[in-house]
């Protein structure tokens, strides 16, 4: 399995449908995005955003994996992938969030450095958990 950068954004579109069916896409003209291929088989994505107030951070968007991609590592490879793009580029600090339920998310996080944090807008709302990663 590869995680590739892509400008499809119709290709992520569609995934980002199987994977978060409840949920609208959140259409940015900045959001970076990659897929994960499976041979030529689309199977996730993943999105990052750089931050518009504040220019040193990026915003680790959605990351989705249809079920016969999962519990293969590939959430922790694409957590990486975006890091890497974020310090190439000059960012020094990565930002996300997660559901409180959301297990396989904050422990692939937390694997990746992330650490939980409180910021004084709760963008997201109380009822999530937010996470920050400095390089
Ligand atoms: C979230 C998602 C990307 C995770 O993908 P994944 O790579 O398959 O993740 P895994 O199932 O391998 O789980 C990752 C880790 O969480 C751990 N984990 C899973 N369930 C857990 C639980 N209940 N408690 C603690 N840890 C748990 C796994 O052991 C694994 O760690 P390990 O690799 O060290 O063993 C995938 O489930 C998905 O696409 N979900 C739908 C969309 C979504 O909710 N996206 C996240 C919000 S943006």
């Given at each position: 399995?590869?995680?590739?950068?892509?400008d499809?954004?119709?290709l992520?579109?569609e995934?980002?449908?199987k994977?978060?069916?409840?949920?609208?896409?959140?259409?940015s003209?900045?959001?970076?995005?990659?897929?994960v291929?499976?041979?030529?088989?689309?199977?996730?994505?993943?999105?990052?955003?750089?931050?518009?107030?504040?220019?040193?951070?990026?915003?680790?968007?959605?990351?989705g994996?249809?079920?016969?991609?999962?519990g293969?590592?590939l959430?922790?490879?694409?957590?990486?992938?975006?890091?890497?793009?974020a310090?190439?580029?000059g960012?020094?600090?990565?930002?996300?969030?997660?559901?409180?339920?959301?297990?396989?998310?904050?422990?692939?996080?937390?694997?990746?450095g992330?650490?939980?944090?409180?910021?004084?807008?709760?963008y997201?709302?109380?009822?999530?958990?937010?996470?920050?990663?400095?390089?």
């Amino acid at each position: 399995m590869k995680v590739k950068k892509s400008d499809d954004k119709n290709l992520v579109i569609e995934l980002h449908k199987k994977t978060f069916p409840c949920d609208e896409f959140d259409d940015s003209p900045s959001n970076e995005y990659w897929i994960v291929w499976n041979g030529k088989t689309p199977v996730g994505f993943c999105i990052l955003r750089p931050l518009k107030l504040d220019k040193d951070s990026v915003f680790l968007s959605r990351a989705g994996l249809l079920y016969e991609a999962r519990g293969k590592g590939l959430h922790r490879r694409m957590i990486t992938v975006r890091l890497r793009w974020a310090k190439k580029n000059g960012y020094t600090s990565a930002l996300t969030y997660t559901a409180r339920d959301n297990a396989q998310s904050f422990s692939n996080l937390q694997k990746a450095g992330f650490r939980l944090y409180w910021p004084e807008n709760l963008y997201a709302g109380k009822n999530f958990l937010y996470w920050i990663k400095t390089f």
